[in-house]
Nanobody, 118 residues
Framework: QVQLVESGGGLVQAGGSLRLSCAAS????????VGWFRQAPGKEREFVAA???????DYVDSVKGRFTISRDSAKNTVHLQMNSLKPEDTAVYYC????????????WGQGTQVTVSS
């Protein structure tokens, strides 16, 4: 089992930055891909970014050039650095993990709220 806990959300003005963290326990994340997802009120959950076991990254087009996902293996944590935030980035952000041999994210955190004011 993998337990994931997100932190780092909050209220920020447009153009500002936040760094989200996803701390894992129960298993090392070295064999897992970790993704960040978000869900805004009234909208479906959407993929934001992911990093695999080989540190290859992927981003949704709307955050490319603004968000950076990274691993801190020593702390068994994955970060999402969010710069140049926009009001449309407002959502609950979730991290999730999937074992390298699987195609779906099995483990999810409880989410952290990000609110960007205009």
């Amino acid at each position: 089992q993998v337990q994931l806990v997100e932190s780092g959300g909050g209220l920020v003005q447009a153009g500002g930055s936040l760094r989200l963290s996803c701390a894992a326990s129960g298993r090392t994340l070295s064999n897992y891909a970790v993704g960040w997802f978000r869900q805004a009120p009234g909208k479906e959950r959407e993929f934001v970014a992911a990093i695999n076991w080989g540190r290859i990254t992927d981003y949704v087009d709307s955050v490319k050039g603004r968000f950076t996902i990274s691993r801190d293996s020593a702390k068994n944590t994955v970060h999402l650095q969010m710069n140049s935030l926009k009001p449309e980035d407002t959502a609950v952000y979730y991290c999730a993990a999937r074992l390298y041999s699987t195609s779906s994210y099995k483990y999810w955190g409880q989410g952290t709220q990000v609110t960007v004011s205009s």
